[in-house]
C-alpha cells in the first residue's frame, strides 16, 4: 500500500469515526425505556409470550402463568395502561390480547439474547417460533 492510500484510508477512517450517529428523538427514547421498565418483569413478560397466541381471559392467563389471578389482573392493568395490552368485554368476562407486536417480539429478542448470553446455541430459536 502506498503513502497516498495509506493516508487516504485513514482519513475515511477518521471521518467516519467524526460523524455523528443518528439519534432518535429524547421523546421516543423516553417512551422506549418505560415500555422496558415495564417488561423488567418475569410475570408480565409470561404473560405478553402467553398473549402470542391470542386473547384470553384474566384465569386463562393466571392458570398460563402459574399466578393468582388478582396478581395477573393487576399485572394487566399496568400493561393495559402502558398500551400493551388491549381489553374486550363479553358479559362480563374480560378478555386480553397485544395492541401490538412490538412488545411480543421485544420480548422474543430478549429471551433470544439471554440463550446467547448463556452460551446455548440457539441457531434456530424453536422455543418461542410459531407464537
Known amino acids: 500500500m502506498n503513502a497516498d492510500a495509506q493516508s ?4 475515511d477512517s477518521q ?3 467524526d460523524r455523528k450517529p443518528d439519534l432518535v428523538d429524547p421523546q421516543f427514547v423516553e417512551l422506549a425505556v418505560e415500555v422496558f421498565v ?3 418483569e418475569a410475570t408480565r413478560v409470561q404473560i405478553i409470550l402467553a398473549l402470542r397466541g391470542g386473547e384470553l381471559s ?3 392467563l393466571a392458570a398460563a402463568v402459574d399466578k ?3 396478581a395477573v ?3 394487566l392493568a399496568k400493561l393495559r395502561m402502558a398500551r400493551i395490552v388491549a381489553t374486550r368485554q363479553e ?3 374480560v378478555f386480553y390480547r397485544l395492541e401490538n407486536a412490538h412488545a411480543a417480539q421485544l420480548v422474543i ?3 433470544h439474547q439471554a440463550e446467547h448470553s448463556l452460551g446455548s446455541d440457539h441457531r434456530d430459536h424453536r422455543t418461542l417460533q410459531g407464537g
Do not use: E, F, R, W
Open 8 to 11: 487516504s484510508g485513514q482519513a
Open 15 to 17: 471521518a467516519s469515526n
Open 38 to 40: 415495564m417488561l423488567a
Open 58 to 60: 384474566v384465569n386463562t
Open 68 to 70: 393468582p389471578a388478582p
Open 73 to 75: 389482573s393487576q399485572h
Open 91 to 93: 358479559g362480563n368476562k
Open 109 to 111: 429478542d430478549a429471551i
